[in-house]
């Protein structure tokens, strides 16, 4: 039985690619299941204090996972008083195969792994070059990484004795005759997998993936069992375990550009989530993942902060389960979302809150979605860029108290004409902070109105003006 320990301290003795290749096949520990971000950090830490070469896989995901760069700076940092390991070779050509950062902000951490690496002596080195990263990191960082791979200088492969070459041989033919036999469950999962994401209302399927995936020991297998099966307390706190755990991987280049708020997983799948889109880059990468096609709630989020990154990804995914939009901040994401070819039943256009941009795709005839909310910033600086565009059978607005409603009373009653136009069943609520204080629903000619008693006189007073022109 070949250990950890004494594998590596030969290996740092005299460092063999043969050996750095078996002591990556040997098992370590997990990534702890810890819902909490912060958890997860805070074992990281505690564990680069323990110096248990079991733990750096741990350790390496859990600051993979990191979208704070002080955070995952100081991960590494504290690995750089660790003695060398052959296993950050393998590392590093996984994160560069699929890069945890692309953006500028991300530049540090990537400086410190090559550090850590440029202390590496392992001949493998020499196996990351040539490296095109154009599609991966965008021109000008790809470059920036290509003269870090090429100062990186590895090691020379020393001389093993007969004995080991033939003892370790063995156990790699052996772990590759295991890894073929998993290949082909593994296959089979896959197969299913692929299957979901091209059905996603078919639940039996995923209840057959679920089965295989426990016969592989794959923990989502385990997620998908919980989710699909009757909810309990113990249940719920497994599953927050198992996301904290693994979503970062299950979501692949989608971690990239999703806010950690606002994600809701479904029978064992992302079904709700809010954009950050930092870079057209991540974009495209994210929009290959077949996840999206799961996906029934879809909250725009930050994705204001990147304009090419939004059409990239909403154009370019498969969005067939999406329902709800929300969060469309301007006209630009509103012309955005009705480009896409999906059938949404409800969309949300939130109070504006950053710059005006203007809306650049072609003309279209009128869409028709069920369900529109219009929160009081559209109200008030974006009506005509929804007039015309969009019918639907229920209009909900909702305001602030002070706001529209203490509107003009000489230009709200034009604003509430076109408003009713636009559907046949038109609802206001008046809010403070999160309490309800009015609502008036017209249904065709029909007009109701519902004050809460402690509103204010102006309030009463805008209600009877909204009803009056309705």
């Known amino acids: 039985m070949l250990e950890l320990r004494p594998l590596l301290a030969r290996w740092r003795k005299a460092p063999s690619a043969l050996l750095a290749d078996v002591i990556d096949t040997l098992p370590t520990n997990d990534v702890p299941g810890l819902a909490r971000p912060s958890e ?6 505690e564990a680069i204090v323990r110096r248990d070469p079991a733990d750096l896989r741990a350790i390496l995901e859990i600051c993979r996972e990191q979208r704070s760069m002080t955070v995952a700076t100081g991960l590494l ?53 040539p490296y095109d990263g154009v599609s991966r990191f965008g021109e000008l960082r ?62 039996l399927v995923r209840q057959v993936l679920a089965d295989a995936l426990l016969d592989l020991d794959d923990p989502r297998g385990e997620l998908l069992q919980l989710q699909l099966g009757p ?7 497994r599953e927050k375990a198992l996301l904290g755990a693994h979503q ?3 979501l692949g280049a989608m971690h990239d550009v999703l806010m950690k708020g606002g994600r809701v997983w479904r029978n064992g799948f992302l079904a709700e ?23 029934e709630v879809l909250d725009l989020g930050r994705s204001v902060f990147h304009m090419d990154g939004l059409p990239t990804l909403l154009h370019g995914a498969d969005w067939r389960s999406l329902r709800v939009v929300r969060g469309v901040m301007d006209p630009f994401e509103l012309g955005q979302v009705l480009a896409m070819d999906v059938p949404l039943e409800e969309l949300e256009l939130a109070t504006v809150k950053y710059a005006y941009r203007e809306d650049r795709t072609p003309a279209r005839a009128a869409r028709h979605i069920p369900r529109i909310v219009m929160e009081g910033g559209w109200v008030e600086q974006r009506l005509p860029v929804v007039v015309g565009r969009l019918t639907c059978d229920t209009l909900e607005v909702r305001v602030q108290e002070g706001a529209f409603l203490h509107a003009d009373p000489a230009t709200a009653p034009a604003m509430l004409a076109d408003l009713v136009s636009i559907g046949d069943r038109v609802l206001f609520r008046v809010l403070s902070g999160s309490a309800e204080h009015a609502c008036i629903e017209s249904v065709a000619v029909g007009v109701t109105a519902r004050v809460d008693p402690a509103a204010s006189p102006a309030l009463r007073r805008a209600v009877d003006m909204v009803r009056s022109t309705l």
């Open 248 to 250: 970062a991987a299950w």
């Open 77 to 129: 940092e504290g690995l750089a008083a660790w003695p060398a390991d052959p296993r950050l070779t393998t590392c590093l050509r996984d994160w560069l195969d699929r890069p945890p950062w692309t953006s500028s902000a991300g530049q540090k951490a990537w400086g410190r792994a090559f550090k850590l690496l440029a202390k590496v002596p392992d001949s493998r080195v020499a196996g990351l070059l």
């Open 273 to 295: 989530c809010r954009l950050r889109i930092r870079s057209e880059v991540d974009a495209a990468r994210a929009a290959v993942e077949p996840g999206w096609s799961l996906v």
């Open 231 to 237: 909810p309990s307390r113990a249940s719920r706190e």
């Open 142 to 203: 790809a470059a920036w990484v290509t003269a870090k791979l090429e100062k990186l200088r590895g090691g020379p492969d020393h001389a093993v004795t007969p004995a080991e070459e033939a003892a370790w041989t063995a156990h790699l033919r052996e772990h590759r005759k295991r890894l073929a036999q998993a290949v082909d469950a593994r296959e089979q999962a896959d197969q299913l997998l692929a299957r979901v994401y091209a059905e996603p209302a078919d639940l």
């Open 40 to 45: 997860r950090v805070a074992w990281a830490e």
